[in-house]
């Protein structure tokens, strides 16, 4: 189970961080992402963290947002400064349990930025 938490309105150039609980998922051991999706658009992986803290993130978050983990807590956050307008929409985690595919996703978080 993924519950993420966090989501809020915030103006642009704001910040806001994002968690994920997991439960029943080891996020020590398990790749997980963020997702967002915004009215009207498909979902898209804003970024990913590995097991082994390998980290990625979309050409359009780069340099603003930040992934990172807690393991003692078992939670996975997103750090997300400089908000846009643009970043507006839900933010999903999601869990690569096999395979190489997320294949998991927990309830969403809604984020509005304002301009």
């Known amino acids: 189970h993924l519950q993420a938490s966090g989501g809020g309105l915030v103006q642009a150039g704001g910040s806001l961080r994002l968690s994920c609980a997991a439960s029943?998922?080891?996020?020590?051991?398990?790749?997980l992402g963020w997702f967002r999706q915004a009215p009207g658009k498909e979902r898209e992986l804003v970024t990913g963290?590995?097991?082994?803290?390998?980290?990625n993130y979309a050409d359009s978050v780069k340099g603003r947002f930040t992934i990172s983990r807690d393991n003692a807590k078992n939670t996975v956050f997103l750090q997300m400064n400089s908000l846009k307008p643009e970043d507006t929409g839900v933010y999903y985690c999601?869990?690569?349990?096999?395979?190489?595919?997320?294949?998991?996703w927990g309830q969403g978080t809604q984020v509005t930025v304002s301009s």
């Open positions: 999601a869990v690569i349990r096999t395979g190489r595919a997320y294949d998991y």
């Open positions: 029943g998922i080891i996020v020590r051991i398990n790749a």
């Open positions: 963290i590995g097991s082994e803290s390998f980290t």
